[in-house]
């Protein structure tokens, strides 16, 4: 069974950065990054296809976060960078066996998920 495990999250005060990292125990083609912050529905943030590197970003995010991979270590990490305090959220990864993300678009898509890293972005 693929498991994968997040790092990275932490404190940080608005404007400043963090990246997270999601490390497969197999690879995945497709990988996302969700958040949920208490009391919301959980958001899409980003999304990578990794043998065609084609991304997805929330408009919420675009322009701030970027998704990148680092194959050797069947890595996939999510720079943020100009933090906001609704940016505060549990942050997951999650991921599709198949090598297409096309029209998967929400959580019950992703059938792989790791345990979560708290993002908190104080004003």
């Known amino acids: 069974q693929v498991q994968l495990v997040e790092s990275g999250g932490g404190s940080v005060q608005a404007g400043g950065s963090l990246r997270l990292s999601c490390t497969a125990s197999?690879?995945?083609?497709?990988v996302g990054w969700f958040r949920q912050a208490p009391g919301k529905e959980r958001e899409r943030v980003a999304r990578l296809n990794r043998s065609s590197g084609m991304t997805y970003y929330a408009d919420s995010v675009k322009g701030r976060f970027t998704i990148s991979q680092d194959n050797a270590q069947n890595r996939v990490y999510l720079e943020m960078n100009t933090l906001k305090p609704e940016d505060t959220a549990m942050y997951y990864c999650?991921?599709?066996?198949?090598?297409?993300?096309?029209?998967?678009?929400?959580?019950?898509?992703?059938?792989?998920w790791g345990q979560g890293t708290q993002v908190t972005v104080s004003s």
């Open positions: 197999e690879y995945t083609g497709c």
């Open positions: 999650a991921a599709r066996l198949a090598s297409s993300c096309v029209g998967y678009t929400r959580s019950v898509d992703y059938p792989i």
